[in-house]
């Protein structure tokens, strides 16, 4: 008798042969029948993972119908401010396409659009940015029909809020704080009405390319519950894209301290509006973030520590060992070097918040200032040629009303003293790109020219040199500031309190040997007491209006009574006004009151 095609056999029947021919028979079995039970069994996985396939696929599409349902009603916006460096954009239903890396406006006869100007590329409708004014770092939109819709298959709908922003230049620390930090704590804190140190509870949306994490890189994921999304990492796929429920878009530029050069030699923004509060709220929330809280950032168990920070690779100082020796003998104290290539940001944030002063070549590193307790001393070190002057974005940052910093600056006068490399990258200094002639004008130069940003030779040449730092003049510098105490009031930023308007204002017409008069009278601003400093006085300043005319008469007093008989006249009434000065600064006035004789 034959044996049976397997593919017909019935496991009991496979059951009975066994039983009845014993366990012999299986290997006899399955060798002639192997490439058959191995087709069946390809054939049952084949067909299981078809069918996952089908039902994610099936998936999909019932998403992506869902998302398209939600965003059929077009985008809308709503803008506050008057240019792009100050306008803030709350956006529903924005799209971005990752083949073309643009945010598309979905238009519909239901979207909104308010706030937006007339023409929104004079030069941009936002900055993407707390860079001000870079034209790399722009926001725009393309305008579309919402039927576009119809020919993507791969719609991402990103829910709740987020905020969307592009990075300056996160491989640098500075930056990072400066440009991207800072500003995004404080617009968080707008957006959200989050004031706890709690993540904020908002997605953040990077549109910058992907790049090496650099130092400090993590300071980004301790703003947000979830990590930050970078839009670059979306496929490229022409059928992909990705929306917002919310996304808001526009840094907050109000704590930003300094401009890098782009259309003028780099410096000081004209117009300093960062203070004290804004910076220790952000460094607070920091600190809180990454563990480092308040009761340990202050219990000092020994001595404040000095703090070197050097650099490993480019910018040396080279006689680090010779600083440390000469520093710990003038003050007593233990000297400790840092760098950003061999610590954590939090090892680095911990030591800097409980250190007496910080030390170190200019350069990102000294970016850490920002984190000093009060009282302590930043010392910025200049390479050969770089005048202190000219590069300041540290001094200006501790010189933020309220921080109670000191600084000093000590700078390298002796080319003797000096390393230089041209022959490295010109981007690390190197000038052997240049012709003989640039070279060596460069080398012969005593200080570097003022320049735009960011590539000069002459600067990155002089920059990148290493230093032989001479140590007496370096503790002349520094000796004063480490004496120094800042009293109370030093470097303290006071709040400028204005005095409210003036109560009770009455009037009442006269007769007296002179003539027609008016007497006046009112209460000093209620809130006058509360904010009047020691020996500030206050005047008044009064507006007579006679009836008919658009003209008006002042006076300012030392008094909060007077009667006024200067060219009143009888049978008229007149409109008064009074508001308080209190030193350089000018209230409100009162309400208009009105005086008439004829009404008794």
């Known amino acids: 008798m034959g044996i049976m095609n397997s593919s017909s056999l019935p496991w009991c029947a496979f059951a009975f042969i066994v039983a009845v021919f014993g366990t012999g028979f299986i290997p006899f079995y399955i060798n002639t029948n192997k490439t058959i039970l191995r087709e069946n069994i390809d054939f049952l996985q084949q067909t299981t993972t078809d069918k996952k396939s089908n039902e994610i696929q099936n998936d999909v599409e019932i998403e992506t119908k869902s998302v398209k349902l939600k965003l059929s009603r077009g985008t809308s916006v709503w803008c506050d401010g008057v240019s792009h460096l100050d306008r803030h954009c709350h956006f529903h239903n924005l799209c971005y396409r990752p083949a073309g890396k643009v945010f598309l406006f979905l238009h519909s006869p239901l979207s909104i659009v308010d706030g937006v100007p007339e023409n929104r590329f004079d030069p941009a409708m936002a900055d993407l940015s707390g860079v001000r004014d870079h034209n790399a770092l722009y926001f725009h939109y393309t305008d579309v029909l919402v039927s576009i819709l119809d020919t993507f298959p791969n719609i991402s709908l990103i829910n709740g809020a987020s905020f969307i922003m592009e990075r300056f230049n996160p491989g640098n620390l500075f930056h990072t704080i400066h440009d ?23 997605n953040l949306i990077f549109t910058d390319e992907s790049r090496p994490q650099p130092p400090g890189s993590n300071i980004y994921h301790l703003f947000t519950e979830s990590p930050p999304i970078e839009l670059q990492g979306f496929d490229r796929d022409h059928g992909q894209l990705v929306c917002f429920e919310h996304a808001y878009v526009g840094l907050l530029k109000s704590t930003i301290w300094y401009q890098y050069g782009f259309t003028h030699p780099q410096g000081p923004l004209p117009d300093l509006q960062v203070r004290s509060s804004q910076v220790l709220s952000f460094t607070g929330f920091l600190r809180h973030r990454l563990g480092l809280y308040a009761s340990e950032v202050g219990s000092v168990k020994s001595k404040p520590e000095i ?32 760098s950003l290539e061999t610590h ?16 170190g070549m200019h350069g990102s590193c000294l970016s850490l200032g920002i984190f000093l307790p009060r009282g302590s001393t930043l010392v910025e070190l200049y390479p050969f040629a770089i005048n202190p002057l000219d590069y300041t974005p540290y001094r200006i940052m501790t010189q933020i009303p309220g921080l109670k910093l000191k600084y000093r600056s000590w700078s390298n006068r002796n080319a003797s003293y000096s390393t230089t490399h041209p022959d490295r990258p010109p981007e690390l200094g190197g000038i052997s790109h240049l012709s003989k002639v640039r070279q ?50 030093e470097n ?50 009064i507006w007579l209006q006679e009836e008919g005319r658009t003209n008006y008469k002042a006076w300012i007093l030392g008094l909060t009574k007077f009667t006024f008989t200067e060219e009143i006249k009888s049978n008229l009434s007149y409109t008064i006004w009074v508001r308080c000065i209190l030193e350089d600064r000018i209230g409100l006035f009162s309400r208009g009151v009105v005086c008439d004789p004829r009404i008794r």
């Open 307 to 338: 703090i070197l920070c050097t650099r490993r690779s480019n910018r040396l100082i080279v006689n680090e060992d010779e600083i440390v020796h000469r520093l710990e003998t003038l003050t007593n104290r233990k000297i400790s070097s840092v």
């Open 344 to 359: 954590t940001l939090s090892e680095l944030i911990d030591r800097v918040s409980r250190a007496f002063s910080l030390i």
């Open 180 to 202: 991207d930090a800072l500003p995004l704590f404080h617009t968080l804190r707008k957006i959200t009405n989050q004031r706890g140190m709690q993540p904020f509870k908002i």
């Open 440 to 489: 060596q004008e460069i080398i012969d130069s005593r200080e570097v020219k003022p320049h735009l940003c960011c590539r000069d030779p002459e600067w990155l040449f002089r920059i990148y040199q290493d230093t032989y730092v001479e140590c007496d003049s370096l503790v002349d510098s520094v000796r004063g500031a480490f004496n120094e105490t800042l009293s109370d009031e």
């Open 492 to 541: 303290d930023y006071v709040v400028r309190l204005y005095p409210g308007p003036v109560d009770e204002v009455n009037c009442e017409s006269l007769k007296v040997s002179v003539g027609p008069a008016l007497f006046v009278s009112w209460d000093p601003p209620w809130n006058l007491k509360s904010i009047r400093l020691k020996n500030e006085t206050e005047k008044y300043e």
